[in-house]
């Protein structure tokens, strides 16, 4: 598979991703969360072993479904 079809294909499920979270962010109904309430300010200490977990497995996420979309367009010999 060429290069190009795997960052077309990576940034079509990085894009798909935002507009499937997009709604639950954008709704009305129900209690309202402060989303700004769970980062921390100047001072505190940033749980820096929970951000790597959360990358690695984002990057997982990514890079496997960028390969099952990708394969889709694979050529069959």
Do not use: H, W, Y
Request: hydrophobic share 55%; no cysteine.
């Amino acid at each position: 598979m060429k290069i190009r079809t795997r960052i077309a294909t990576a940034v079509t499920v990085a894009l798909a991703t935002v507009f499937i979270g997009a709604p639950a962010f954008a709704s009305e109904e129900g209690e309202r969360i402060d989303t700004l309430a769970e980062f921390s300010s100047a001072g505190q200490p940033v749980d820096v072993l929970a951000i790597s977990i959360v990358g690695i497995v984002l990057l997982a996420v990514v890079l496997i479904g960028s390969t099952l979309v990708g394969n889709l367009f694979e050529k069959k010999n």
